[in-house]
Each structure stands twice: as structure tokens, then as C-alpha cells.
């Protein structure tokens, strides 16, 4: 258990309206999923100021979410439903999506006993755990004939009596990316601000509802079966959390002047470099900074840097901007740990993100070129001796998900505890243009990392 406690007052299953007709839908995942299907879930909490009494939060404000959230359900039914695994692998059977009437996406309602929300929602170091009480946990999986049957998505809503609202997600990667699940808060939250008023939420949002079509993603190498063989084998991992972390968690700013200051050093010592942008200074700023604060490696190790890239609109032909699945690439940054530790090393960084994205992430040609590729290059990757990766992106606002309390006031990306080395990227909440790294690290790294970042603007 987590160090401070919460109370449960509900846990319940909400449904999209079921029709008179009984529904099945199946959807199958295309080798972008399945890519993702051994991926630990992603957690990820928004914290609100919404001061509001525990009567008003259960007589009021929780049969809106929850109507709300049923109502915008309809329109991400394969999301409602469960991924399909088989027992027994084989390459022609394969895991797939499917809802049926009756499913359901798992709410958990919860008021806070004891803990303090303005502390929770600073950005200095705090215990890890403390997050946890406030993160859904998914319904326990069901067996099916020949398939093991796995929610995908969990939710949670807690209380803080008199000062905020905490809501958590979880989500099985394979089911979306934070394009598609940052699309579907942001559904659920605007329709719950029409207060249920589908005609008024059809007007604001009929061009962004999604779109579970994969034949928008086209496989002539049919990479999805390549990707199946490598992974069929191997079992589902718990969705459950460990505790404790042995970590601390703390967010960092970059506020636009020290992003262009950043920028500035870049184009001073490399000036022919295009792509400087604020998300290549920051990562490889950050990049650096943990190099030199994580335990000492060899001079000669590789030093990995991974990053995400939504490609819908970066692959010929594109796939529609609402296109509910994953459709992800990546890009790196691959350095010896002398080089980036050493005085050149934010440049070096720095160069390598730009000339990734330049010649590869944003070359239509070239960014999928390879995929088939991708299992064998993930482990090549796992065996690094440090590989660092960003959860999140500032093209994905989930912070502006408004339940009709305004813009959340904090982010936390709970899931990158699970990772050894990860942080969390987004738009900056009290610094208009800047950004806020997330970190999740045992203390005595966070307190070197502290320094070093601050030491380094």
C-alpha cells in the first residue's frame, strides 16, 4: 500500500447506452499495436482546483462524469471493450480488439483521507508512492475458450474535500497513444462541460471523434505477422504496480527564455543546423544533465536516447489526425557516455536529435523504412547499458482537458516509474511557451540531477 491513504466509496462498471441491438465489434490490431502489446500500462493523473463539499461531489458532480463518460463511450466502443489474447499462439491467430454489448471501462470513485493536495501538485521532490492511491487499477483478467480476456482502459476519480479533484487513467499501450488517449479524455471532458448535451458536443467535436479503421495503415510487408512470431510467445505482464518505488518524483521548467538561451549556445557553436527546436534543446539538455547525475558507466558505453514520433501525418499515404490506435515511430540519439557528459556534450546531443528528425523522422521516405526491423532493434536497445525515453509530447495537451473546472493544474505521468530511465514531457502550465519535464529517480539522483540543471541555465 501507499503511504497515505484514500477511502473507497465506489467502484462501478459504466457502459456505452446500450441499444436495443445487440452489438459485436472487432477490431484488429495493426503491427503498430502490436508493437506496444508487451508494454507496461501508461498512468497518468490530472490534478484540478475545484474546492467542492463530499455531498456535492457524489449527488452531483460524480453521476455527471459518469453519465458523461457513458455518453462519450459510444463513440469509442472498441476502447470500451477488451483485447483479445490467445492462449495458445499461433501465427495465424492473433490478438484483436472487440467489444460487445455489455462491456464496460472499470471507475473507481475515491475521496483522499489525509494527503495534501497543494503539495502534491508542486514541482520539488516527493515520495513516489504517494501518487498511487489516486491511480485506477484494472479489473482482474477472464479467460474465454481460447482467449485470456484484458481491459484496456481504468479510470478513477478522487476527492479532496474543500480543494481539488484528482482523475487517473490507465491504459494498455497496444489500445492507443497519447494522440488517441489525450483525444479521448478530452472527449470525455467536453462532454461533460455540455453537461450530457450530445448536439452541443457533436458541434464541437463531430471533426476530431475517432476513427478505428486500420485500413488507413497500410502493411504490403505484413510487419504485423513479423511482429506476432517474435512476440506470441512470450505471457501478457501484470498490469499490477510494484510498491514501493524507492523513488522520488519532480517536475522541472524550462521557461522560454531558457529554452532560447538554449537554443542560442546550439546555433552559436553549430550554426548550420536546422531543426533546433524547443523539444531538441530540451531533451538533449535534459539528456545531459542525467548522464552526468546517474552512477558512473564505462567511458566507452552507448549512451541511448529514444524518443516517440507520431507519424500520421509523416507517411505517405497520411492517416487521418484522428485515428484512434498507435501510429508511432521513434527517434534516437545513440553517443558515448565521455562525449556526453563531456563539455561539448548538450551540443553533440543536441545535433544528433536535429539530424535524426531532419534526415529521418521527417522524410516520408525514410521514417518507416526499416520497420520490419523494429522487434530486433528494441532489444539491441534494452541491452544498452542506458537508454533514456520520453513519455508524452507538448503537440498533446492533456492538461487543457477541461470538465468545466478549467485547465488541469498539474500532470503527472505515473508510469515512467516502471521504467529505469524515462521522463515525462508537456506544455508548461504556469509558464506561457515553456515546458515542464517530469522525473521519476531515487532521491540522492534527484538531488544530483537538481543541481546539475540548475548549475547548467
Known amino acids: 500500500m501507499a503511504a497515505t491513504a484514500t477511502t473507497l466509496l465506489e467502484t462501478c462498471q459504466i457502459q456505452p447506452p446500450i441499444s436495443d441491438d445487440e452489438l459485436s465489434l472487432s477490431v484488429p490490431l495493426s503491427f503498430f499495436d502490436i508493437a506496444w502489446l508487451h508494454f507496461h500500462p501508461i498512468r497518468r493523473l490530472l490534478f484540478y482546483n475545484h474546492p467542492c463539499s463530499k455531498p456535492y461531489f457524489l449527488e452531483t458532480l460524480v453521476p455527471n462524469l459518469k453519465e458523461s463518460l457513458s455518453l462519450t463511450l459510444k463513440h469509442y466502443l472498441p476502447a470500451s471493450g477488451n483485447l483479445l489474447y490467445p492462449k495458445t499462439a499461433t501465427t495465424e491467430k492473433k490478438p484483436v480488439f472487440r467489444y460487445v454489448t455489455g462491456d464496460s471501462v472499470s471507475l473507481t470513485i475515491a475521496e483522499s483521507n489525509n494527503d495534501d493536495f497543494d503539495e502534491l501538485i508542486t514541482n520539488h521532490a516527493r515520495d513516489a508512492d504517494r501518487f ?11 479467460d474465454e475458450l481460447e482467449y485470456k480476456i484484458v481491459p484496456l482502459i481504468a479510470l478513477q476519480i478522487t476527492l479532496f474535500p474543500n480543494r481539488g479533484i484528482c482523475i487517473g487513467f490507465a491504459n494498455h499501450h497496444c489500445v492507443g497513444d497519447a494522440s488517441s488517449i489525450v483525444g479521448f479524455v478530452r472527449a470525455w471532458a467536453s462532454m461533460n462541460k455540455c453537461n450530457g448535451d450530445e448536439g452541443l458536443f457533436l458541434t464541437k467535436e463531430s471533426e476530431s471523434l475517432p476513427i478505428f479503421d486500420r485500413s488507413f495503415v497500410k502493411d504490403p510487408l505484413q510487419i504485423d505477422r513479423i511482429f506476432w512470431k517474435v512476440l506470441k510467445d512470450a505471457p501478457l505482464k501484470s498490469s499490477s504496480f510494484q510498491l514501493p518505488t524507492n523513488r522520488v518524483r519532480a517536475t522541472y521548467v524550462l521557461h522560454p527564455a531558457d529554452i532560447q538561451k538554449l537554443k542560442d549556445l546550439v546555433l552559436t557553436k553549430k550554426p548550420g543546423l536546422v531543426r533546433v527546436s524547443s523539444f531538441v534543446v530540451t531533451v538533449s539538455y535534459v539528456w545531459t544533465c542525467l548522464a552526468k547525475s546517474l552512477e558512473e558507466i564505462e567511458d566507452d558505453a552507448l549512451e541511448f536516447f529514444i524518443f516517440a514520433v507520431d507519424v500520421r501525418a509523416r507517411i505517405n499515404p497520411p492517416v487521418p489526425a484522428n485515428y484512434f490506435g498507435n501510429c508511432l515511430s521513434y527517434g534516437r540519439a545513440i553517443i558515448e557516455h565521455k562525449t556526453l557528459v563531456g563539455e ?42 542506458r537508454a533514456v525515453g520520453v513519455s508524452g509530447s507538448p503537440k498533446f495537451d492533456l492538461c487543457d482537458a477541461d470538465f468545466g473546472w478549467g485547465r488541469a493544474r498539474k500532470l503527472e505521468v505515473v508510469s515512467i516509474d516502471g521504467e529505469k530511465y524515462s521522463i515525462s514531457l508537456c506544455k508548461s502550465n504556469g509558464s506561457e511557451g515553456g515546458l515542464e519535464i517530469g522525473l521519476s529517480l531515487p532521491k540522492e539522483r534527484m538531488e544530483a540531477f537538481a543541481t546539475i540543471f540548475a548549475d547548467g541555465l
Open 344 to 385: 561539448l556534450g548538450f551540443f553533440v546531443a543536441a545535433e544528433a536529435m536535429a539530424l535524426d528528425i531532419k534526415n529521418r523522422v521527417n522524410n516520408k521516405d525514410e521514417v518507416l523504412k526499416g520497420a520490419e526491423n523494429w522487434m530486433s532493434d528494441r532489444k539491441k536497445f534494452s541491452g544498452a547499458v
Open 132 to 142: 498511487y492511491n489516486f491511480v485506477p487499477e484494472f479489473p482482474p483478467e477472464k
